[in-house]
């Protein structure tokens, strides 16, 4: 069984040495910027009361919050899917697939985020959306399927742009998953490769039942790093005016001023989403152990 972590006076001094830091901090701002904190002001444009229909409704900042959730969920689901199969692109017997795999990973690892944001803005959602009518499709729907898409996506405003947002993370996190994928597979010994050969099975086969059993509980740890990567990393659609956590943060800040309140609150709604993400992915990969004993 794994022993129980114990405090150490080294712990206790490093958290003492870090709650000084903090403090440092705290007490620079209030005296070198002679900054007025405001923390009663936050709980409002977290969540605010509905006069219409008398319930407490989400506000600016958790609003940003679902947007992020929202764009983080699609966005790892097809970033799994996409660096799932360019994943066995990598490790094919097809000369052509594995160029095609690696063209793929070093093209996007190569390119700046911030440069994939605005060509798939600027291209996705100003040229291919309209001509699919997309955005017709968003604006004109019923009042059912735009709470839908609302609920499910964005306002249909901001449909199309959460559509090109959602890709551009998507694939830019799928070149990572693509290379997690590789590394996987090919840590399985070589002998289980040669004795599924020897067996007979087919390539699926092989895959469905000797090799991915395994490579799946080393492939877990990185994954789930990659899957907080796409919480963080979503906050970069900001620049297309997405409605997310980081630009709900930046308009809130513009609007009151409280910038440190406004910084640090969103620090912690990230935490929560991350933490929460660990806290699971651990709680997994326990029982997968437990499960192949």
Same mark, same amino acid.
């Given at each position: 069984?794994?022993?129980?972590?114990?405090?150490?006076?080294?712990?206790?001094?490093?958290?003492?040495?870090?709650?000084?830091?903090?403090?440092?901090?705290?007490?620079?701002?209030?005296?070198?910027?002679?900054?007025?904190?405001?923390?009663?002001?936050?709980? &409002?444009?977290?969540?605010? /009361?509905?006069?219409?229909?008398?319930?407490?409704? $989400?506000?600016?900042?958790m @609003?940003? +919050? !679902? *947007?992020?959730?929202?764009?983080?969920?699609?966005?790892?689901?097809?970033?799994?899917i996409?660096?799932?199969?360019?994943?066995?692109?990598?490790?094919?017997?097809?000369?052509?697939?594995?160029?095609l795999?690696?063209?793929?990973?070093?093209?996007?690892?190569?390119?700046?985020?911030?440069?994939?944001i605005?060509?798939?803005?600027?291209?996705?959602?100003? &040229?291919?959306?309209p001509? /699919?009518?997309?955005?017709?499709?968003?604006?004109? $729907?019923?009042?059912?399927t @735009?709470? +839908? !898409? *609302?609920?499910?996506?964005?306002?249909?405003?901001?449909?199309?742009?959460?559509?090109?947002?959602?890709?551009?993370?998507?694939?830019?996190?799928?070149?990572?998953?693509?290379?997690?994928?590789?590394?996987?597979?090919?840590?399985?010994?070589?002998?289980?490769?040669?004795?599924?050969?020897?067996?007979?099975?087919?390539?699926?086969?092989?895959?469905?039942?000797v090799?991915l059993?395994?490579?799946?509980?080393?492939?877990l740890?990185?994954? $789930?790093?990659?899957?907080?990567?796409?919480?963080k990393?979503?906050?970069?659609?900001?620049?297309?005016?997405?409605?997310?956590?980081?630009?709900?943060?930046?308009?809130?800040?513009?609007?009151?001023?409280?910038?440190?309140?406004?910084?640090?609150?969103?620090?912690?709604?990230?935490?929560?989403?991350?933490?929460?993400?660990?806290?699971?992915?651990?709680?997994?990969?326990?029982?997968m152990?437990?499960?192949?004993?």
């Amino acid at each position: 069984m794994r022993k129980k972590p114990k405090l150490t006076p080294l712990d206790a001094v490093i958290a003492l040495l870090i709650s000084a830091l903090l403090g440092y901090i705290g007490y620079r701002i209030n005296i070198g910027l002679q900054y007025k904190w405001n923390w009663g002001a936050i709980p &409002q444009y977290l969540f605010r /009361l509905d006069t219409a229909t008398g319930n407490w409704t $989400a506000n600016l900042l958790m @609003q940003g +919050l !679902l *947007t992020t959730i929202r764009l983080s969920i699609w966005a790892t689901l097809i970033a799994t899917i996409i660096g799932t199969i360019a994943g066995f692109f990598r490790v094919s017997s097809s000369l052509f697939k594995r160029l095609l795999g690696r063209t793929f990973v070093e093209l996007i690892r190569n390119t700046p985020p911030l440069v994939l944001i605005f060509i798939f803005y600027f291209f996705v959602s100003d &040229q291919i959306m309209p001509v /699919l009518g997309v955005d017709d499709f968003a604006r004109n $729907a019923s009042e059912t399927t @735009q709470s +839908l !898409l *609302t609920f499910f996506f964005a306002p249909p405003r901001f449909f199309s742009a959460f559509i090109s947002a959602t890709m551009t993370v998507a694939i830019f996190e799928a070149a990572y998953i693509t290379e997690i994928i590789r590394a996987g597979i090919q840590s399985i010994e070589k002998g289980q490769f040669e004795a599924a050969y020897a067996l007979g099975l087919s390539w699926r086969q092989k895959m469905q039942h000797v090799i991915l059993p395994q490579a799946i509980q080393r492939i877990l740890p990185p994954l $789930a790093g990659q899957f907080i990567s796409t919480i963080k990393d979503s906050a970069i659609v900001s620049v297309i005016s997405i409605p997310e956590l980081c630009f709900q943060g930046m308009e809130l800040m513009a609007a009151t001023y409280l910038t440190f309140e406004c910084w640090i609150t969103i620090t912690v709604l990230y935490l929560v989403l991350t933490l929460s993400l660990s806290l699971a992915v651990e709680r997994l990969e326990i029982f997968m152990r437990r499960s192949s004993v």
